[in-house]
């Protein structure tokens, strides 16, 4: 069993830039494939980032050169670097970890661009 607790979300202003933590407990956590998810109101959660347990990372088209993931093992905890946000970053951002066939989810935090 995983636990994920993420933090670091908030109001920001367009352009500028916060950084989510997500702290995981209750297993190895360098096994882990890590990833950022995020949901908007009234729509479908999608993948933001990935990082693998090798520490390969992954990101979608519309974050790619503002968003940067990495991990702490030493920590157990994943980070996501957030830059240059636009209003359309705004939403519920949510960690997640998979092992095999195992995954577990965060409660999500809350990340609103706007002026």
């Known amino acids: 069993q995983v636990q994920l607790v993420e933090s670091g979300g908030g109001l920001v202003q367009p352009g500028g830039s916060l950084r989510l933590s997500c702290a995981a407990s209750?297993?190895?956590?360098?096994?882990?494939?890590m990833r950022w998810y995020r949901q908007a109101p009234g729509k479908q959660r999608e993948l933001v980032a990935t990082?693998?347990?090798?520490?390969?990372?992954n990101y979608a088209d519309s974050v790619k050169g503002r968003f940067t993931i990495s991990r702490e093992n030493a920590k157990s905890t994943v980070y996501l670097q957030m830059n240059s946000l636009k209003p359309e970053d705004t939403a519920v951002y949510y960690c997640y970890a998979m092992y095999g066939k195992r995954d577990y989810w965060g409660q999500g935090t809350q990340v609103t661009v706007a002026s």
């Open positions: 990082i693998t347990a090798g520490g390969r990372t």
């Open positions: 209750g297993s190895i956590f360098s096994i882990y494939v």
